[in-house]
């Protein structure tokens, strides 16, 4: 959606014209305001809290049930926009000036003035607002983090009804977020800040390599807890097979023949024992890796407390994200923001009734996320797959649900820089896009291109799924970005290939038959829907044949 279909809107509802003196002050409307604790659950606490931790045993995501609840009347609130603006001072009075201006203006030049200032004026006003996300915030600055919702009368009706049904906390268990609670989860320590570039220093000081030495640490103590994780989860698997194969050679039938008397061992239960044999001999090669990985764990955990008493007594210390670090976390959001939008895109902020309809499936909700994301892994299982040291674990990486007109997703990291191993990535889905399945498809796109690269390293543009994506796209002499290109056909393959609808070039549906593959089940379906597959289908069976695949 371009700036030039910005449609005129006169503003006819009514702004308090005291506004701009109240807002500088707490005044009592806003003391009245429901707080955070009111719908979304107990403030959260100043203490220090535990980091998330990743669940390694999750194999898929969870059905989702419901999409909406019970319509709230936060919106019906008249004082709603002197709630939102309360106690925010300078920043506040610009901005109110700014959108009264933007609002009421008929002269499309002064518009587009006035547009160009709002933007500034709106990010300086959040960026204020979210640097407190750590503590309990009025209900009606929650909300303008979460959606962009700054003046209810600016949206119709219905839009107001749709949204004040969407669910508010998070009943899913997934990483999925709201900026709102991204931004609390940073400043509380639950979360580790987003990476950033960030400017060489010819030389620092003790003080600041102790504690770059103490976050290394910390990555790898976190990467030996990941491994102990999954081995522990395979260690249990194990186990529970164990179980199953024993029972099925303990339930031996009755003899009907001699009342009383069962029959030995039957030829599948004859089968369990060489089971079990193997099974037992598995479990003692996961006992001594556990033994190990204990091990290193406990190493990495005393050098990680021997780093922190160090850092402690020079006085430097990462356990606490201070202003600083939440703004810097804000702004980078809002460079997320800027990347779904895209440069030709709407960056207007502020929610208004002719950007977005009134339908609540269209709204990138946590719940429609997950659902879209549930599709896509269906299709593409091995999307959130990641591999370390010969372990490969299931990892869903955080997703933040940005309140902007982007159309696109994108991954701003594939994992952290100091755990690789089991940390979660980072991708953004813009929440009022014009399709949001095919946003979604292309953060994920972009997250299995990035982690590819990653794996492969200094060899990325030789070896794997980049490599081979690589040479293909200098081979052919294409223009543009290779990674933007992977994702334009990551999204056809998601979204036409599957469905047996040819649209890539021959050669990069190759690639993408062998490093993205679909499962069996549709591989079986294709090999009907036309030659090419057909001969894909056959080249699979002959790289199992030849124990090459």
């Avoid at 609002?103 to 204020?128: C, F, H, M």
């Avoid at 952290?416 to 953060?443: C, H, Q, W």
Wanted: charged share 30%; net charge negative; hydrophobic share 35%.
């Amino acid at each position: 959606m371009s700036d030039s279909q910005d449609q005129h809107t006169t503003y006819g509802g009514d702004i308090d014209p005291e506004i701009a003196e109240l807002i500088g002050v707490d005044d009592e409307s806003e003391e009245a305001a429901p707080g955070f604790g009111d719908l979304f659950g107990t403030a959260p606490e100043s203490e220090e809290t535990q980091k998330e931790a990743v669940d390694l045993g999750k194999k898929s995501f969870a059905q989702i049930t419901e999409t909406e609840e019970a319509p709230k009347a936060f919106f019906q609130d008249k004082d709603y926009y002197k709630s939102a603006m309360g106690g925010e001072g300078e920043v506040a009075k610009r901005f109110h000036a700014t959108m009264t201006q933007f609002l009421n203006t008929q002269d499309p030049q002064e518009r587009s003035l006035y547009r160009g200032k709002l933007i500034s004026a709106y990010w300086n006003l959040v960026e204020q607002i979210a640097a407190r996300a750590g503590s309990a915030l009025p209900l009606q600055k929650r909300l303008m983090l979460r959606f962009g919702v700054v003046l209810p009368n600016i949206i119709s009706a219905e839009q107001r009804q749709m949204l004040s049904k969407i669910i508010l906390d998070n009943k899913t268990g997934e990483p999925v977020y709201y900026v709102d609670e991204w931004m609390n989860k940073i400043a509380t320590g639950q979360i580790n800040m987003s990476a950033t570039d960030e400017v060489k220093v010819k030389k620092q000081s003790d003080d600041v390599q102790i504690v770059s030495k103490l976050e290394k640490a910390q990555g790898q103590r976190d990467v030996q807890q990941g491994l102990l994780s999954g081995k522990l989860a395979d260690l249990e698997s194990a186990e529970f097979k164990l179980k199953s194969t024993v029972d099925a050679l303990l339930n031996r039938a009755d003899n009907p023949a001699f009342p009383g008397l069962k029959y030995g061992y039957g030829e599948d239960q004859r089968s369990c024992l060489s089971e079990i044999n193997n099974i037992v001999r598995t479990l003692s090669s996961l006992d001594r890796e556990v033994g190990k990985l204990y091990q290193q764990l406990s190493n990495a955990a005393e050098a990680v407390e021997e780093l922190k008493n160090k850092a402690d007594e020079a006085g430097q210390s990462i356990a606490v994200v201070d202003d600083s670090g939440i703004r810097g976390e804000f702004n980078t959001v809002r460079q997320m923001a800027k990347m779904c939008v895209g440069r030709q895109g709407n960056h207007l902020p502020v929610l208004m009734k002719q950007y977005f309809r009134p339908n609540i499936r269209d709204i990138g909700t946590r719940e429609n996320v997950i659902i879209e994301m549930a599709a896509i892994e269906a299709i593409d299982e091995e999307v959130f797959e990641r591999t370390f040291k010969r372990q490969t674990n299931r990892i869903v990486p955080y997703v933040i649900l940005v309140p902007c007109y982007g159309d696109t997703g994108v991954c701003w990291e594939p994992f952290e820089r100091y755990n690789r191993a089991t940390s979660r990535g980072r991708i953004a889905i813009p929440m009022f896009s014009k399709d949001l399945k095919t946003a979604v498809v292309a953060a994920l796109g972009d997250l299995r291109w990035q982690v590819a690269k990653e794996r492969a390293q200094h060899y990325w543009m030789e070896e794997g799924l980049t490599g081979n994506y690589y040479q293909w796209f200098e081979e052919k002499k294409m223009r543009g970005d290779v990674r933007e290109a992977f994702i334009q056909d990551y999204i056809l393959w998601i979204t036409k290939e599957s469905e047996g609808t040819q649209k890539l070039d021959r050669d990069v549906r190759a690639i993408f038959w062998r490093y993205v593959p679909f499962p069996q089940r549709i591989k079986d379906m294709l090999r009907n829907r036309g030659f090419l597959y057909a001969e894909l289908y056959k080249r699979d069976k002959n790289r199992e044949a030849s124990d090459g695949y």
